[in-house]
């Protein structure tokens, strides 16, 4: 019986790279195992694997009575609906810890870094495992996108000393200059439905008992979305009504004037506003600094709503 | 601001030299820590700090605001009871994963093997820190403890080849021989009263929203309780109406004979028969090759509540 490496529901490139980057791995020790997804591959991600020449990992919603090896995150509302079902041999992540639970002992190799890849080039590490060149692409490239190139306050020491060791394996010589590449395919929207760009990287929390989502689109230029906007908009009520949520957010997040425009429907926008000290106006707000949903978006409105 | 490093309430040994290894490596590595405990020394905790001439943690109950490196376990009802309005910036455990959760990132380091301390060497490998003496030799003895001197089914190789390279750096030779001691330390029940036998090891677990208080004492020889079993089958009906809770069960394991003999007090003794397959006579049964609380004893018991 393999053992399942999948990330989070509505993956993104750290999901899907860290699945086939730890399969690898533990096929290397002697433990059968199998990346699998949870959902469709983003542009972003597509772009990766086809860069490195690698296929996508299998397409696998239900997990009852299987062993799964969890990515990328700990939390009920993002792992497989049925994971109550199965037993979770392992956690590799770099969130803060949710409520997963287990009901015998397992292995979680979580840290407080900038990207789960960083977290499984540790693994690779410990039971000195040599990386392949595809493999070290992808999770460079995962490690560059959940960084922002670095310039996410996520981003530690620990992933900039990983993406330069990765590099030298894959024979990446500007790994900033992928990195742009990337992100302008990320930054690509023509053509998406709204409701595809809401989705493209969208989490749920529960936040003291209330449902909240929070998406983010990362852009090189925030201007390639102004014509979209009104649709999002539209889209992220849509999303909330549809969710029962208390809330939805979306970070439109520009890389270059490293930001975000903060895009609110909410039963409570004081809440919100308490979150992060700003006022909203007619449901915007520009959020100077802020780069990462993960230590700089939902710890304070974790706390606001405490 | 110092990082607290603190096992779980009721300490046993894995705990208490757990957190003062924890703490050592990271004063080592340039995070201020300060060992602490949340409970009395065992008297085979404080045979093995006597033994290496090392000082107990100090006794802090309350961490509200403080930074917390949680040792040996990942449970509330095991941690400190303020520990939400702490911040947990760190887990070491080999037990499931439980109810903690966090609102920021943090380490884990979490492993399917016999003790955290052997969890806790690998951290020391990891960062290139040299163990002293005595540190390695508190160590040695808490992982002999939670193996039963490599008896117990949760022992790994892992265990085993730490233990092994600890004796080293302590320059123990007989290791065995000094577990054997250990246990005999943990025999001695004379003029210990009932309540304190019963707590000596005991933990809460939350079993499908029921409460179920185990507690184990391991001898060399059972023989050595018979005096004290009426006592002790009172003192856990006492303990049950006391903590309001479903089930106390008392494992008394015999180290030699490799088993343990089950006491318990129930609302409802048939979850207790269906979860070990065996019918309980006079609130007791024998359990043959029964030495691990967390590998035989809970498992089957959460499955048979849930």
Same mark, same amino acid.
């Given at each position: 019986?393999?053992?399942?490496?999948?990330?989070?529901?509505?993956?993104?490139?750290?999901?899907i790279?860290?699945?086939?980057?730890?399969?690898?791995?533990?096929?290397?020790?002697?433990?059968?195992a199998?990346?699998?997804? !949870?959902?469709?591959?983003?542009?972003?991600t597509?772009?990766?694997?086809?860069?490195?020449?690698?296929?996508?990992?299998?397409?696998?919603?239900?997990?009852a009575?299987?062993?799964?090896?969890?990515?990328?995150?700990s939390?009920?509302?993002?792992?497989?609906?049925?994971?109550?079902?199965?037993?979770?041999?392992?956690?590799?992540?770099h969130?803060?810890l949710?409520d997963l639970?287990?009901?015998?002992? !397992?292995?979680?190799?979580?840290r407080?870094v900038g990207?789960?890849?960083?977290?499984?080039?540790m693994?690779?590490?410990?039971?000195?495992?040599?990386?392949?060149k595809?493999?070290?692409?992808?999770?460079?490239?995962?490690?560059?996108?959940?960084?922002?190139?670095?310039?996410?306050?996520?981003?530690?020491?620990?992933d900039?000393?990983?993406?330069?060791?990765?590099?030298?394996?894959? #024979?990446?010589?500007?790994?900033?200059?992928?990195?742009?590449?990337?992100?302008?395919?990320?930054?690509?929207?023509?053509?998406?439905?709204?409701?595809?760009?809401?989705?493209?990287?969208?989490?749920?929390?529960?936040?003291?008992?209330?449902?909240? #989502?929070?998406?983010?689109?990362?852009?090189?230029?925030?201007?390639?979305?102004?014509?979209?906007?009104?649709a999002?908009?539209?889209?992220?009520?849509?999303l909330?009504?549809?969710?029962?949520?208390?809330?939805?957010?979306?970070l439109?997040?520009?890389?270059?004037?490293?930001g975000?425009?903060?895009?609110?429907?909410?039963?409570?926008?004081?809440?919100?506003?308490?979150a992060?000290?700003?006022?909203?106006?007619?449901?915007?707000v520009?959020?100077?600094?802020? !780069?990462?949903?993960?230590?700089?978006v939902?710890?304070?409105?974790?706390?606001?709503?405490?």
């Amino acid at each position: 019986m393999p053992i399942y490496c999948v990330g989070h529901k509505i993956p993104d490139s750290d999901s899907i790279c860290g699945a086939i980057a730890l399969a690898y791995l533990k096929n290397q020790i002697g433990e059968e195992a199998v990346a699998t997804r !949870l959902g469709e591959l983003s542009p972003e991600t597509a772009f990766i694997l086809d860069k490195f020449g690698l296929e996508a990992p299998e397409l696998k919603l239900s997990y009852a009575g299987e062993q799964v090896y969890i990515v990328d995150h700990s939390e009920v509302t993002q792992a497989p609906d049925d994971i109550a079902e199965a037993t979770i041999v392992g956690i590799v992540d770099h969130h803060k810890l949710g409520d997963l639970t287990t009901s015998t002992p !397992l292995e979680c190799w979580i840290r407080p870094v900038g990207c789960s890849n960083t977290v499984i080039k540790m693994m690779y590490d410990f039971h000195g495992v040599e990386i392949p060149k595809a493999i070290a692409g992808i999770m460079l490239c995962a490690i560059l996108s959940d960084t922002v190139i670095f310039k996410s306050p996520t981003c530690t020491t620990a992933d900039i000393r990983c993406v330069e060791a990765l590099a030298e394996i894959a #024979g990446i010589e500007d790994f900033k200059g992928l990195g742009m590449e990337m992100f302008k395919v990320k930054s690509a929207v023509e053509g998406t439905p709204a409701r595809d760009l809401v989705l493209r990287d969208f989490k749920d929390f529960d936040m003291n008992g209330n449902l909240v #989502g929070i998406g983010q689109l990362e852009v090189i230029d925030l201007a390639v979305l102004d014509a979209v906007k009104p649709a999002l908009v539209e889209d992220i009520a849509k999303l909330k009504a549809e969710g029962n949520r208390h809330s939805v957010l979306l970070l439109l997040t520009d890389i270059m004037k490293e930001g975000s425009e903060l895009l609110v429907i909410s039963d409570d926008l004081s809440v919100v506003e308490r979150a992060y000290g700003q006022s909203i106006e007619d449901g915007k707000v520009w959020l100077d600094g802020v !780069l990462s949903r993960k230590k700089q978006v939902v710890p304070p409105l974790q706390q606001a709503f405490a």
